[in-house]
């Protein structure tokens, strides 16, 4: 029978005469989040102690339950792993997560009971029914409703001055964010040369974050160089030549998928990959296939890149100089519209891409957008602008950081993803005039810096917090 606060009361046959029973996965979730700290340490399967240090954050989304929760295991150092919890623990192979390397990261596997069926080789088990069965139960069973007690909290409602100082903050770690990746460009031009840093620069932002390191090889492997041989020595097959290569490179042709279909199209790019050498630098298991949204999917991105590289340059110039010109030009019109529009991909509405989110496999509404607005910013904000400052810090060229400055201060923001939502609802602060992507890259530099570890002694905004009206200096 479901009680008022979301659980199930059973007859006592339960692990160890308990008589409750959450009524899903997601009332055991709020519960841990409640209760993990205070009612620790907790002993998992091989027998280690694991006190609880931060519980982890719930996100809704596809994979682990719960992200970036901090542990000690046996009183050792803190350490950040992910969390899967289920209600019993057979759910682990039984919902296939041992066969999908979403869930690689998780490190305890928290269950209600064991179950009738043992289970199956999984992460560490640690066993939550004995202690929260006797804890008052939780108000709700939305893990949402969990909120965390962090230093940066304002207790009250925030007042104007409140959300000015803190959008402040926010994106002065913007403008150190976009500093730190210029300085990570510069690196990649004085070792690889400016066309390569681009020609990789581009490829990491293509690349999805669960597939950010298989771009980053097969950038490596199909180089600017040969990108650029393949689209000028295949006349009008240009465009084909180069994804077919691609593709071949990243393993991701029917050919090399077991049981993978093949269509038309597909058996197309597969006799080009043959004809041009068989070049092959990852496998389909490099990348990852499940838990990625169709329009994130590596296949329609590796098409976006061939579409991008194939495009020609400003006649009689490279695609280094070209992009260059972009951005001072949108800087001095003070018009971003050009420099946007040169990293949209769009399709025709008959056109393979704009129909399949991978080989075989069609959509159920076209979706002509291979790299659509949001994503273009995505690709100015971590690739070209700072390709572009650090260009003009190589070259001597002050007017070039300086427009890649204003670019970035002018441009709107792009996609928000989960540590973005995250530090809003952190930070009591809705998105709605926040700003636009110097903001986004404010938040993503708290989260990763020191939000995700829970270093809010050294954080920023737990310091200004401290001290309301005054701003620190941040650590870089």
């Known amino acids: 029978m479901l009680n008022r606060s979301g659980w199930i009361e059973v007859s006592g046959t339960a692990l160890n005469g308990d008589r409750q029973r959450p009524a899903s996965e997601a009332a055991l979730v709020a519960a841990w989040l409640r209760q993990a700290v205070r009612r620790g340490p907790w002993r998992d399967s091989t027998g280690r102690s694991v006190a609880v240090i931060y519980p982890g954050r719930w996100t809704g989304l596809p994979g682990p339950d719960l992200r970036d929760a901090i542990v000690s295991i046996d009183d050792g150092p803190a350490r950040r792993l992910d969390l899967e919890v ?18 690689a990261g998780v ?10 069926h043992p289970p199956a080789p999984a992460p560490p088990v640690v066993v939550l029914g004995p202690a929260l069965s006797g804890a ?9 409703s969990a909120r965390e007690g962090l230093p940066c ?13 803190t959008i402040e903050i926010v994106e002065q770690q913007g403008q150190r964010r976009h500093a730190e990746r210029t300085a990570v460009l510069e690196g990649d031009i004085a070792a690889l040369g400016p066309d390569e840093a681009l020609h990789l620069a581009i490829f990491r932002a293509l690349g999805y974050r669960p597939n950010a390191e298989a771009f980053q090889v097969l950038g490596g492997c199909v180089t600017s160089g040969l990108s650029e041989a393949l689209a000028s020595n295949a006349a009008d097959a240009s465009l084909e030549v180069l994804e077919a290569v691609l593709m071949g490179a990243a393993g991701l042709l029917p050919v090399q998928r077991r049981g993978a279909p093949a269509d038309g199209y597909a058996r197309l ?50 695609l280094v100089d070209t992009v260059l010109a972009d951005v001072r030009r949108a800087a001095a019109a003070s018009d971003l519209r050009g420099l946007h529009a ?14 399949h989110f991978d080989f075989g496999k069609p959509m159920r509404r076209p979706a002509a957008a291979l790299v659509g607005a949001g994503r273009a ?73 020191w939000c995700r570890d829970k ?22």
């Open 107 to 116: 490190g305890l596997h928290l269950v209600w009971e064991i179950g009738p």
């Open 136 to 144: 008052v139960a939780p108000a709700a069973a939305d893990p949402s």
């Open 153 to 165: 909290r304002r207790s009250g409602p925030a007042d104007a001055a409140w959300r000015r100082q």
């Open 342 to 355: 040169r990293f949209q991909v769009a399709e025709p509405a008959d056109a393979y891409w704009a129909r």
């Open 455 to 476: 270093r809010c002694g050294v954080c920023p905004m737990a310091r200004r917090a401290a001290a309301p009206g005054v701003e620190p200096a941040a650590p870089a």
């Open 269 to 318: 790019l597969q006799r080009i990959w043959q004809s041009y050498g068989r070049l092959t630098c990852l496998r389909a298991d490099d990348w990852t296939l499940q838990s990625v949204r169709p329009a994130n999917r590596p296949t329609r991105r590796i098409a976006a890149a061939a579409r991008l590289l194939s495009r020609a340059p400003d006649p009689g110039r490279s």
């Open 377 to 449: 910013r995505e690709i100015l904000v971590n690739a070209v602008l700072p390709f572009a400052a650090a260009m003009g810090h190589a070259l001597g060229q002050g007017d070039l950081p300086r427009a890649s400055a204003a670019i970035l201060a002018a441009l709107p923001g792009g996609m928000w993803n989960q540590d973005s939502r995250y530090m809003t609802q952190t930070l009591g602060i809705e998105r709605r005039g926040l700003g636009g992507a110097m903001a986004q890259q404010g938040l993503l530099r708290l989260h990763r810096r």
């Open 86 to 103: 289920h209600l019993a623990a057979a759910d682990w192979r039984r919902h296939g997560h041992d066969r999908d390397p979403a869930y």
